[in-house]
């Protein structure tokens, strides 16, 4: 694999200014919308980070991000007629080269891993907030997938489903880039039995990473055997409310991470909203929340993925040239776990990459 870019200069920059190579997006649209360019290096806000990148991951929010899609989330602010951020990619992993005025935690030269505004690029900025110092034990590429997807499960089990030791725990998208932290994550904070939710292709990975029990979404419905759990992450979201309440022990936690298969306009954000409203006058918790995006969640990440109670579930690899085919893949459902973009040539810790 190659991770040479065929890209054409673009936006006029000042002579001499640094540029960089980075996948863009002028509109909103399919995936093939997104194209290689040439741009000019972002610059350091006061509380930002320059990072190197060294590879990307690829995650449900980066298509809902070039898609505009479900309509509803332009209203929250991605970009009302076109994305705000032009250079596409969240996840990120690299080497820091620039700190703003106002950041004490990193310097130049500190390997990080975390959530950046641009990281299909050579270069990225990210709020130091959002990032953490890569374990030596992490490799690049685990680190690289980590950040949106761990630490929106982490907070689905600690601070919004509040998981006991030794409580049930059902996980529904268990395959996907949320759900293979969420397995992991439940078993690593001392859940009893984690049940995975997962299409039949993925039932030997859910297990793979941890899942004591599977039940195939393709076969059966959640609610077809009588066990009931403590706690139930959503993430897969094509189950009606009354069927996740179902599931519920009496004084059991549902919380809604997240769920495809909606309309245009709001996605699954339907069932979110439902659920709060149903909270009041059922038994059990209903919850649904929008992943907070700070450095206590990320260091606490990077603690599971040091100790290798959490290992990233690496499903494809792409060059940065082949992000629009990677988005493709994601959307069509035949990825599982996290996407990959190898950015740089180089091979920035050989001994953990
Ligand atoms: N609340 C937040 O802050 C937050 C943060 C991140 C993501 N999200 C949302 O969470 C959702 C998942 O994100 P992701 O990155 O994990 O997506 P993903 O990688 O595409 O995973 C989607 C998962 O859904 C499963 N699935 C598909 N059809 C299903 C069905 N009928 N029943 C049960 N599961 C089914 C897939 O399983 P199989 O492939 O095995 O069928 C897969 O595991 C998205 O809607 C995303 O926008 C929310």
């Known amino acids: 694999m190659t991770s040479t870019l ?75 007629r076109r994305p705000k951020n032009r250079v596409a990619g969240r996840d990120v992993a690299g080497r820091v080269v620039a700190v703003g005025d106002g950041v004490s935690r990193f310097a130049a030269g500190d390997e990080v891993f975390g959530i950046a505004e641009g990281s299909f690029a050579t270069y990225a900025v990210a709020d130091a907030d959002k990032l953490a110092l890569r374990p030596a034990a992490v490799a690049v590429e685990a680190a690289a997938v980590a950040a949106t997807s761990g630490i ?113 306009v709001t996605g699954g954000a339907g069932r979110q909203l439902r659920g709060l409203l149903l909270s009041p006058f059922v038994r059990p918790r209903l919850t649904a929340f929008i992943s907070r995006e700070h450095h206590e969640s990320m260091d606490a990440l990077a603690r599971h993925l040091a100790d290798g109670s959490v290992v990233p579930a690496i499903g494809a690899r792409w060059d940065l040239a082949q992000v629009p085919a990677a988005l493709r893949a994601l959307e069509s459902g035949v990825t599982s776990g996290k996407s990959l973009v190898l950015v740089d040539d180089t091979d920035a810790d050989p001994a953990t990459a």
């Open 6 to 80: 065929l890209h054409r200069p673009d936006a006029p920059t000042e002579p001499d200014a640094p540029v960089m190579a980075a996948i863009v997006q002028d509109r909103y649209g399919p995936p093939e919308s997104l194209r290689p360019a040439t741009v000019p290096r972002p610059v350091v806000g006061p509380d930002q980070v320059l990072v190197a990148v060294h590879a990307a991951g690829i995650d449900r929010g980066t298509w809902h991000l070039a898609t505009g899609r479900p309509y509803v989330a332009r209203l929250a602010g991605i970009g009302l």
């Open 152 to 264: 929106t499960a982490l907070q689905a089990l600690t601070e919004v489903g509040r998981l006991a030791p030794g409580q049930r725990v059902l996980v529904i998208g268990a395959s996907g880039g949320v759900g293979t932290f969420a397995v992991q994550l439940a078993k690593a904070l001392g859940a009893g039995r984690v049940t995975a939710v997962a299409g039949t292709a993925n039932a030997e990975l859910v297990r793979a990473i941890g899942a004591d029990e599977v039940i195939d979404h393709r076969r059966e419905h959640i609610d077809a055997r009588s066990d009931r759990y403590d706690l139930v992450v959503d993430i897969g979201g094509r189950n009606p409310l009354r069927r996740l309440l179902r599931v519920l022990a009496p004084t059991g936690t549902l919380v809604i991470v997240g769920g495809e298969g909606g309309n245009r």
